[in-house]
């Protein structure tokens, strides 16, 4: 046996080691499931703690034999060893007993399985579609059907890198406005699908995670009982920049609910863009940049450079600096088989500003593009 | 570690009085590896024993090299933000870091045990194949070469996860065919590697070695061998769709052509939820050799350990849908599976209670085999436990793909099964060389394994059910003060393990000589029938068993 000094040697070591980390960061710490902000988050909850019970004192018990007989059944207390084996009684109790509890644990078990997979009857249903590396929120169904957006991390690439303090709510943040508004104690109804790769949608608050899987429509739901903002993270990897999709659901009043319905409606009539405007260069551009920084930055890079060969450098390439035809098709399609998908979502005045924009930066001088130009080529 | 020269002037056990020693020929001509020395005597070797060492070694290396990217992981996520690598190289980290620690480092582990100690523990002179156990080996280091090239490719080695789940596994570069041919080359040695046990164990044992007088860690690995064939094959046509799909316009796993992403998953999970238990069950097999040896008392349950062992085998492939509670099955399936899963408890739960009782009025000592036994015991129970709170759906489905899960086969796969190999090479290593190992030294190594183990992998349970999702190269702020602690853990066990190098190589070389039978209570043919260290042919004449 090692001496006992030694170990405490070690251990005392391992704890300053523990505590120099511990002081180190400056938020609490978090060591359980977060507060259930939805009755069947609140159900996991308990479940977790049963089971958690159950755990320890089976473990206890177990191991509390194991010591003892490691103090207790020494050689070097001059323990003589026993030669009994096999015993079918005991053999029998434990391989019954434990079969019952588990039996007597699955049935409140499968009664919460059974209400976690019933979507029906929904308020509100919104469909996600996951996008590497964005959430596609599209309300289809009850107040508010026919609110559409693109939400992506509103944290900037600054604070990322370590260039900038890291804000409160780092990589848990969308894009303001781009969160998923919601009414208290409305059951609402979330589909899920992808354009690209499997994603899960997940908000640990409200207790539900579901896949997002290409090509397919998937449900979950939820009821939330408290007002709050909700932050969760794609759950499933899905590419390069997995760890930052956030997800950002907001719960409010009836009240504030409709006001939200109303304003964003009377948004998204200002805002649509009208296709057969005709731009100048610098305004496109500026617009462009925008559009770059929250769709294409994070493989093309803010120089242009990408990170190759995976993701191809816009600096000089062929397609941004060639035939415009060219260039709005990529965009527009994408390259099948790569992580360049396509942006159609984008309405044409955001596709024609984004391609301008790469098209006038860094070394590039390739002219400008309408957004008439890219509608002529949507099919 | 059988290359050294043998210090011991011992009687023979089983009366052959030809040299044993290790660089000479025998009096009846077949030397090492069919007479040719040096590197070619490696490359050539039909000898089990040089087979098993030839494992073993690989295997260690590969722990170094996954290890190394382990710690690389724990390096960028010691703070929030990117510092080191940016998040196409993480992932690629926490790919090749899975695969080359499960198919690299652990599996190769257990089958240079299962080289060296089959044959000797059934009085059989070799493995039945000989040819074909040296090529087993021989492919591995071609499937590792192309799992670390995969790295240097365009593109890099590819970021999607030892699971590589469709479809992102057809966005990768070239490294993603590296990556799925070393996966072809390395299930085709298992394949043979467990042919050859499954046959040795069934024809060459010695006369009165039945069945059930076989030592537990034969059991365990005529079952894995079983295991082994039925799995690999689905991998491999998991992986062989995943190359069409990527190069032959197959659409097996995209919707677009008829297929189903989720159609790979449950591919794979047949595959990878056996292959849990081809790693757990020779680890079980070498704790079932380690504990009655320093209990000083025969294992309490032998006959319902077989059982047990079986039980969890069959039941190991009904299992493999709980990986995939959030992909939207029917609520029949999830029940289903969560049912099943649990039932796996029940012989886990007498395997662990037959341990125990064993312990129970034995005559223990804990020297370090039986220090790492006791640390499998405690630790991959409590691994074996939390799999019981993520077989509970409604709580998988909130931490399926979060630290929780990560912390949980790290639980099983490290303190599990590697600390199973560290009791196993502590247990043999005066076996295989002759020498002793410094006992000291081997307790600090399993002081220091066991400390920062726990500080690397507790921890995350906390992150798991806060929130933190895994295979993130960044995280939230709230998560900070855990993963800083994971990380000084992870660079402190990563060091620790250059100890074990220095304990093998120090009894290698100047380790005092070893008696035949070292641990008093160990009762299998290896000790009671073979001089120490043992010589290179052994078995030549049958041992008969009353």
């Known amino acids: ?379 | 570690m059988s290359s050294v020269p043998h210090a011991h002037d011992h009687d023979h056990a089983h009366g052959h009085d030809h040299a044993h020693g290790h660089g000479h020929d025998h009096d009846h001509g077949h030397g090492h590896g069919g007479g040719y020395g040096g590197i070619m005597r490696w490359i050539t070797t039909t000898n089990h024993k040089d087979i098993g060492t030839l494992y073993l070694w690989f295997s260690f290396t590969m722990f170094m090299v996954g290890g190394v990217m382990a710690m690389a992981i724990r390096l960028e996520l010691f703070s929030p933000g990117l510092q080191f690598f940016n998040p196409d190289l993480f992932n690629q980290f926490t790919t090749m870091h899975g695969l080359i620690m499960v198919f690299g480092a652990i599996m190769p582990a257990f089958v240079g045990f299962a080289n060296w100690q089959i044959p000797m523990m059934i009085g059989a002179p070799d493995m039945a194949f000989a040819r074909l156990n040296n090529w087993s080996f021989w492919l591995l280091p071609f499937a590792a070469s192309l799992l670390v090239l995969s790295f240097f490719t365009p593109g890099g080695a590819p970021g999607v996860g030892w699971t590589m789940y469709a479809p992102l596994t057809v966005q990768m570069g070239m490294g993603m065919d590296l990556t799925i041919f070393a996966v072809h080359i390395l299930g085709m040695s298992s394949i043979l590697g467990s042919i050859n046990i499954i046959t040795t164990i069934l024809n060459m044992r010695a006369p009165g070695m039945t069945l059930m007088r076989m030592p537990l860690f034969v059991w365990t690995w005529l079952i894995t061998a079983y295991l082994l064939v039925a799995a690999m094959p689905v991998l491999a046509g998991a992986v062989t769709m995943t190359l069409t799909d990527r190069h032959f316009g197959t659409t097996f796993f995209n919707a677009a052509g008829g297929g189903d992403p989720v159609l790979y998953q449950h591919i794979f999970w047949f595959f990878g939820h056996p292959e849990v238990y081809i790693i757990a069950l020779p680890a079980f097999g070498v704790i079932s050799q380690v504990i009655p040896a320093f209990s000083r008392k025969p294992l309490f349950g032998y006959a319902s350990m077989v059982y047990a062992t079986s039980a969890i085998a069959i039941i190991s492939f009904i299992v493999w849908a709980h990986h995939m509670y959030t992909v939207g099955m029917p609520v029949t399936g999830q029940l289903f599976f969560m049912y099943a899963t649990m039932i796996i408890a029940v012989p886990t739960g007498v395997k662990v209670f037959n341990w125990v009782a064993t312990m129970w009025k034995g005559s223990l000592t804990f020297e370090t085999p039986m220090l790492f036994a006791l640390g499998f015991l405690f630790l991959f129970t409590l691994g074996g436990f939390t799999g019981l709170v993520l077989s509970i759906v409604p709580v998988d489905i909130q931490l399926q793909d979060t630290y929780y899960v990560v912390a949980h086969f790290h639980y099983v796969m490290v303190a599990g099964a590697l600390f199973s190999a560290f009791a196993g090479i502590y247990f043999w290593l005066p076996k295989w060389t002759g020498k002793m190992y410094d006992e000291t030294l081997g307790k600090w190594h399993f002081w220091l394994t066991l400390i920062f183990f726990n500080m690397i992998f507790f921890v995350q349970h906390f992150l798991g059910l806060a929130g933190m999702p895994r295979r993130i190269p960044d995280y939230p702020l709230m998560f900070e003060t855990w993963n800083k602690i994971s990380s000084i853990g992870a660079f402190g066990f990563g060091l620790s393990q250059l100890l074990l190098l220095y304990v093998v190589l120090k009894c290698i070389r100047s380790g005092e000589p070893a008696p035949q039978k070292p641990w008093e209570g160990a009762d299998s043919l290896e000790w009671t029938h073979l001089p120490t260290p043992v010589p290179y042919h052994t078995f030549e004449t049958q041992p008969v068993l009353k």
């Open chain 1, 1 to 379: 046996m090692m001496s006992s000094q030694s170990v405490r040697r070690i251990f005392l070591l391992a704890c300053a080691l523990a505590a120099a980390a511990a002081c180190g960061a400056a938020q609490a710490l978090e060591w359980n499931l977060q507060p259930a902000a939805s009755a069947m988050a609140a159900e996991i909850h308990d479940l977790h703690e049963y089971v958690m019970i159950l755990v320890v004192v089976i473990f206890v018990g177990v191991f509390g034999f194991m010591f003892y007989a490691c103090y207790a059944h020494r050689k070097s207390k001059g323990h003589v060893a026993a030669q009994f084996h096999e015993n079918t009684t005991v053999e029998i109790i434990w391989t019954v007993i434990p079969a019952i509890i588990l039996v007597a644990f699955a049935w409140p078990v499968t009664k919460v399985v059974i209400a976690q997979k019933d979507a029906s009857a929904a308020d509100i249903t919104i469909k996600a579609t996951g996008i590497q590396w964005k959430w596609d929120y599209e309300y289809i169904k009850g107040e508010g059907e026919g609110i559409h957006f693109v939400s992506t991390l509103g944290t900037p690439r600054d604070q990322i890198e370590d260039r900038a303090p890291k804000g409160e709510h780092y990589l848990l943040e969308v894009e303001p406005g781009t969160e998923v508004w919601v009414p208290i104690g409305k059951k609402v109804r979330i589909l899920t699908t992808a354009a690209d790769v499997v994603h899960a949608w997940w908000v640990p608050a409200l207790g539900l995670k579901q896949d997002a899987i290409p090509g397919f429509i998937r449900d979950t739901w939820f009821r939330a009982d408290k007002v709050g903002t909700y932050r969760g993270q794609c759950a499933e990897l899905c590419g390069k920049e997995h760890g930052f999709m956030p997800i950002v659901v907001k719960v409010v009043s009836q009240e504030d609910y409709s006001k939200w319905v109303g304003d964003r409606k009377k948004a998204m009539l200002a805002a649509a863009d009208d296709p057969s405007k005709t731009w100048t260069l610098p305004d496109l551009v500026a617009r462009g940049e925008k559009v770059y920084a929250a769709n294409c930055v994070a493989c093309h890079q803010a120089n242009g450079k990408g990170t190759p060969p995976a993701f191809p450098p816009l600096d000089g390439s062929k397609i941004a600096t060639g035939a415009k035809a060219g260039h709005i098709d990529m965009v527009l399609n994408g390259k099948p088989n790569t992580a360049m998908q396509s942006f159609k979502q984008l309405n044409d005045t955001e596709i024609a500003a984004v391609i301008t924009y790469e098209r006038n930066s860094w070394s590039n001088k390739a002219g400008e593009v309408q957004p008439a130009e890219v509608k002529a080529r949507r099919k």
